[in-house]
Nanobody
Framework: QVRLVESGGDSVQSGGSLTLSCAAS????????MAWFRQAPGEEREAVAD???????RYGDSVKGRFTISQDRAKNTIYLQMNNLQFDDTAIYYC??????????????????????WGQGTQVTVSS
């Protein structure tokens, strides 16, 4: 079983930056994908970015050019560098994990059901 722990959520002003971390522990597969999703009040869970252990990355349209996902394989940790944060980025950010038998991440992404293991989330609040 895999456990995910997010950290780094905070309150920032519009235009600011923030970095989220997600550490995975437990029995990790040889190849896997990890992702960031976010959910604002009253909204559906939205895909932000995902990354494969082999290095491929994908981004949601609303964050392309502003957010960067990266990984530290030695620490089983992924990061989300968020720049030029806007009010609409306010949400709970969730980390997710899914084993991979391919060289790319789940084909059903950006649907949230592409991932089966989730963290508890970390709150990001952007004030204008």
């Amino acid at each position: 079983q895999v456990r995910l722990v997010e950290s780094g959520g905070d309150s920032v002003q519009s235009g600011g930056s923030l970095t989220l971390s997600c550490a995975a522990s437990g029995f990790l597969d040889l190849r896997y994908c990890m992702a960031w999703f976010r959910q604002a009040p009253g909204e559906e869970r939205e895909a932000v970015a995902d990354i494969h252990t082999l290095g491929s990355k994908r981004y949601g349209d609303s964050v392309k050019g502003r957010f960067t996902i990266s990984q530290d394989r030695a620490k089983n940790t992924i990061y989300l560098q968020m720049n030029n944060l806007q009010f609409d980025d306010t949400a709970i950010y969730y980390c997710a994990y899914q084993a991979s038998t391919q060289t790319s991440c789940p084909a059903s992404w950006p649907q949230a059901d592409a991932y089966k293991t989730w963290g508890q989330g970390t709150q990001v609040t952007v004030s204008s």
